[in-house]
């Protein structure tokens, strides 16, 4: 297995092992799985198969992460530069791109080739729309590389859930205003997951068409041309659209809505747990804070995060934006969630139970220590928190739980 060696400060060698080296090919691997329900169907012919993929990730991912457990393993801050240089973890960001599209392609020719109710249809449809979550999740690693050809893949495989505008609006907007009232993609505390996607999803639209549109302004172009970003990425998914129609017929249409909805709804489980009623201090010129390490909820959880990318350690992903998947650190003061994203993404779609575990763990982070001032809370929500989280009526989970 390959090490990597390095010199600390006090002359001391060192030498490391990323231990997980060959399993995050399981990020390459994992968003296969709507084949799995299209074989099992294929078997028994019982459509309730390729709804399977859907079990594998919210009933066995959230039950594997409690198994496994937690990997804090740090790579020395000495040997990170050695480790985002190896070229094996690149090439797996690359290979992924291609798998998308065969994912894609393959649910595709079933769906319109198979003699399937429209419940099947739907059904793959949406196990589509979980794979192309996986897809901008990609993107997300991609987007933040600043080769050409890493920024080119991005844009490759977000046009295939038609979010082509997602890395300028998470490059320029998220994270610069993150953990703030001004970002749409930072859940707030008493807001629930459909509340916030209805001010997430064309929130970083508009963010990014914003955005964009100041960048061609300064170089004298209008919106509108050719060297739009967004639109280059969105003209690419017109073409998968089209290409799409032609080879399998006008189901494609339907089908592919269904599939970008719930790749959306994938994006925006992810953003709404990780920065839940975190906020950033302002100073006295009203300039908030730099983002910080506890301005992201943070979870360990080895499956999940081997098939995410370690999108997980998300506060080290925010002080290192350009830092590799594999590089990423933890640290123990952390906002850390009780399970990995799977199981806090069931969570988070019953908004009762998401306000009751995570509230009172919000509320006890020892930045904050029970100082609603100090929280990003829904204005729609902030007479009824004042009223329920008195500091007398505090109490803190264990968070060692």
């Known amino acids: 297995m390959k090490g990597y060696t390095a010199t600390l400060p006090n002359g001391e060698a060192i030498l490391y092992v990323d231990r997980k080296r060959w399993l995050w090919v399981l990020s390459l691997l994992y968003p296969l799985q709507p084949f799995v329900g299209i074989a099992l169907h294929s078997f028994t012919g ?146 629930s997951i459909y509340r916030f996607a209805i001010r997430e999803i064309p929130g970083a639209f508009r963010e990014a068409w914003a955005i964009e549109k100041d960048r061609l302004a300064r170089r004298n172009k209008s919106v509108w041309h050719p060297a739009n970003l967004i639109l280059q990425s969105y003209a690419l998914s017109v073409a998968i659209t089209i290409g799409f129609v032609a080879a399998f017929g006008w189901l494609m249409l339907p089908f592919l809505l269904v599939h970008h909805v719930f790749a959306y709804w994938q994006l925006t489980s992810a953003n709404y747990i990780e920065h839940y009623g975190l906020l950033r201090e302002r100073d006295e010129d009203g ?37 590799r998947y594999q590089s990423l650190r933890h640290f123990d003061d952390l906002p850390r969630l009780p399970n990995g994203y799977f199981g806090m993404y069931l969570l988070a779609y019953v908004p009762a139970l998401w306000f009751r575990v995570m509230d009172r763990r919000l509320l006890a982070l020892p930045h904050i220590q029970g100082d609603l001032d100090k929280v990003n809370i829904d204005p729609a929500a902030r007479a009824a928190i004042f009223l329920k989280y008195g500091r007398d009526k505090m109490v803190a989970p264990n968070l060692n739980q």
């Open 46 to 191: 019982n459509e309730l198969w390729l709804l399977f993929p859907l079990l594998l990730s919210y009933g066995f991912g959230p039950v594997i992460d409690a198994l496994l457990g937690e990997d804090r393993n740090n790579p020395p801050e000495e040997v990170v530069m050695q480790l985002d240089q190896d070229r094996y973890y690149r090439w797996l960001t690359f290979a992924v791109v291609p798998v998308h599209y065969i994912i894609l392609i393959g649910c595709a020719w079933y769906a319109a080739t198979q003699a399937l109710s429209v419940w099947g249809v739907l059904s793959i449809a949406v196990v589509a729309g979980l794979a192309g979550g996986f897809a901008i999740n990609s993107g997300h690693e991609l987007g933040h590389k600043n080769s050409r050809v890493e920024k080119l893949l991005a844009k490759v495989v977000l046009a295939l859930p038609a979010y082509g505008h997602f890395t300028i609006d998470h490059n320029l907007g998220h994270h610069r205003n993150v953990s703030t009232p001004a970002d749409p993609a930072s859940s707030r505390m008493g807001e």
């Open 287 to 323: 300039k908030y804070e730099r983002c910080q390490k506890h301005h992201s909820w943070n979870s360990n959880h080895i499956f999940s995060n081997l098939v995410l990318f370690h999108l997980e350690r998300h506060a080290d992903h925010h002080m290192h934006p350009l830092r």
